[in-house]
């Protein structure tokens, strides 16, 4: 099966690339899964244009080459390879996009010790630009090969090292509850990077994130590399305003927003509402329930107990974690799960519904807030927690359409 571009690796149905390049290129761009003995037979029929090469062929593709270009010579692994009237000439973009995604975050990592987590092709790109940024790099692996020290080594010396960059698939969709390392062993992290891009963010900036720790995750630098490579692909050169363009627009496309906040908050009305003008699917989690359990939410609570629901609503959790486009509206108390949050964190950013104590309304039908006292309670004890995982905050204190118009403006413009 010919194609003109696309990209090749072994695992490839997570891929944001045919998105991205639709988006930068405007053209067809297709997906092209292959094994280690499918390789050479598909680069010696060359029956492409271009293409990028992703996990784990970005070194076994270099003998199949004519021709190497000084970013992949420095680098030593190929993400990008042109056809040139039957010549094969590979290239790194994987080095610029890094760069980018450095660069782009504000992170400052001269003269500071990197853990560069991983030995295959992508964390020879990383060490290269962060040698050309004034970093000292150190990549990690299991055996501990290939100039790399060992995971166990890393941890002995854990309070050397101030930045953490993650370029192996630990954590990659569908494993997105996995980590390549344990955060909370390192006391000096200034910075997490993680060049995953599918989930939009690993459960490692995620723990970056609950400590407070400036933290990028791979989507920038996917797409920085795909500009790179488009301008190769199509033999010309492109505004590189179009990145940050493409950016915002894969988040607005693909990032779920997920509402929390106490209940009577008005998550599913600011959620139907957000949903219908930016012509996204609304899922109300409590509605979800009721529908499978086939009863109000608190005939389950008084004949099941909080627990049985919790688990019931964690299981709604995992249903969702790793889709996309959605506008998700949890009940009150999922913040009382911190597992939940994590997963709804993944490709979701989470945004409170803050609507003030004498506003919100306490009803039979909702099982801990049946009265003015326990919603009082409640409020208190959830304010927190709110505040803990939330990205952003919006007021419901008036026109719901004024929230609505918030909401939506952080859908556009918020990474």
Do not use: W
């Not at 001269?110 to 987590?117: D, I, M, N, T």
């Not at 390392?181 to 910075?191: H, K, Q, T």
């Not at 600011?270 to 009721?290: H, L, N, P, S």
């Not at 913040?335 to 039979?364: C, F, P, V, W």
């Amino acid at each position: 099966m010919s194609m003109e571009y696309g990209l090749i690796g072994a695992r490839l149905g997570h891929s944001f690339s045919p998105a991205i390049h639709l988006e930068m290129g405007k053209y067809d761009y297709r997906l092209r899964e292959l094994t280690p003995e499918e390789v050479p037979t598909f680069l010696r029929e060359k029956a492409f244009k271009g293409i990028n090469v992703t996990i784990p062929y970005k070194e076994t593709v270099i003998p199949y080459l004519d021709e190497l270009d000084d970013s992949a010579k420095a680098v030593g692994a190929v993400n990008c390879i042109i056809n040139v009237n039957g010549k094969l000439k590979g290239y790194n973009t994987d080095y610029s996009g890094f760069i980018y995604l450095v660069k782009n975050n504000g992170i400052n990592i001269s003269g500071r010790k990197v853990a560069v987590l991983g030995s295959g092709g992508g964390s020879k790109a990383v060490k290269a630009a962060l040698l050309s940024l004034n970093a000292e790099p150190i990549r990690v692996s299991r055996t501990g090969k290939d100039e790399c020290i060992t995971y166990e080594e890393l941890y002995r010396r854990h309070s050397e090292f101030s930045v953490i960059v993650n370029t192996t698939p630990v954590g990659l969709y569908p494993n997105t509850e996995e980590v390549p390392v344990d955060l909370y062993r390192f006391e000096n992290i200034e910075a997490v990077i993680d060049i995953i891009a599918n989930p939009l963010r690993s459960r490692l900036v995620l723990d970056a994130r609950s400590r407070g720790i400036k933290y990028a995750s791979g989507l920038e630098m996917l797409v920085a590399q795909a500009f790179a490579a488009d301008q190769l692909f199509l033999d010309r050169k492109l505004d590189p305003e179009i990145i940050e363009k493409c950016i915002r627009h894969l988040m607005f496309e693909k990032r779920n927003i997920v509402l929390i906040g106490m209940p009577s908050a008005g998550k599913t009305t600011a959620g139907r509402m957000t949903a219908k003008a930016a012509e996204k699917t609304f899922v109300d989690f409590d509605e979800e329930i009721e529908k499978e359990i086939g009863m109000p939410i608190n005939s389950y609570f008084a004949l099941y107990g909080e627990e049985e629901f919790r688990c019931l609503e964690s299981e709604m959790v995992k249903r969702y974690q790793n889709q996309f486009d959605l506008i998700l509206a949890p009940g009150g108390g999922i913040i009382k799960n911190a597992e939940n949050m994590y997963r709804l964190a993944h490709n979701g950013i989470i945004i409170r519904i803050d609507r003030r104590l004498e506003l919100l309304q306490a009803t039979s039908t909702r099982p801990l807030s049946s009265s003015v006292e326990a919603l009082k309670q409640l409020y208190e004890e959830r304010t927190p927690l709110y505040e803990y995982y939330s990205d952003r905050t919006c007021s419901n204190n008036g026109d719901i359409s004024e929230t609505v118009a918030e909401i939506i403006t952080i859908m556009k413009g918020e990474r």
